[in-house]
């Protein structure tokens, strides 16, 4: 018997992110999700940088977390304090081995085990004006149709649109 549902890659198995950002990603994507977010991974910004997970509340309100694997992975970010400009909240998640002591305490933090998640520090808000909000209420939109689309219709991958 067949069933009627889609199977979706893993959307951090591109080759970049360690097993243990995959666990943190999915923990917290979890918890956000449980919180009325819908989240989408690797958003592309207007600013050329990605954020790990841009997530859309109930509210409207948007949140970016940025997950961290490992102590050298903190230590290796300088671009962070970029995301602000394209959140209403700006978050860390990452796991017990971590802890939350490294990461800066004007961001929240989200302590993440792979099954599930915990706000360990709430993220301070710094609400988004009307224009931005609605560029990157877009960006996170288009992005989270097109994976939907392609895994939808694989083949559209190999089609060029000069042909078209």
Not at 74 to 79: Q, T, V
Not at 102 to 111: K, Q, T
Not at 120 to 139: D, F, G, M, S
Not at 142 to 157: G, I, S, T, V
């Amino acid at each position: 018997m067949t069933t009627n549902r889609i199977l979706l890659d893993d959307p951090l198995c591109d080759g970049r992110q360690s097993e243990m950002a995959t666990r943190v990603w999915r923990g917290t994507a979890r918890l956000l999700r449980a919180r009325g977010f819908a989240c989408v991974a690797e958003v592309t910004l207007a600013s050329g940088r990605r954020a790990d997970l841009a997530a859309i509340g109930p509210g409207g309100e948007i949140w970016i977390v940025e997950v961290k694997s490992s102590l050298a992975d903190l230590r290796a970010d300088a671009k962070w304090p970029e995301y602000r400009a394209h959140c209403d909240r700006l978050f860390f998640a990452s796991h017990a081995d971590v802890g939350i002591d490294p990461f800066p305490a004007d961001a929240g933090f989200i302590l993440s085990d792979g099954f599930g998640a915990e706000v360990l520090r709430e993220a301070p808000e710094h609400r988004l004006v009307a224009a931005r909000r609605k560029a990157v209420t877009l960006r996170i939109a288009h992005a989270a149709a097109n994976r939907l689309h392609d895994a939808l219709d694989p083949d559209l991958r190999s089609v060029s649109f000069d042909m078209l």
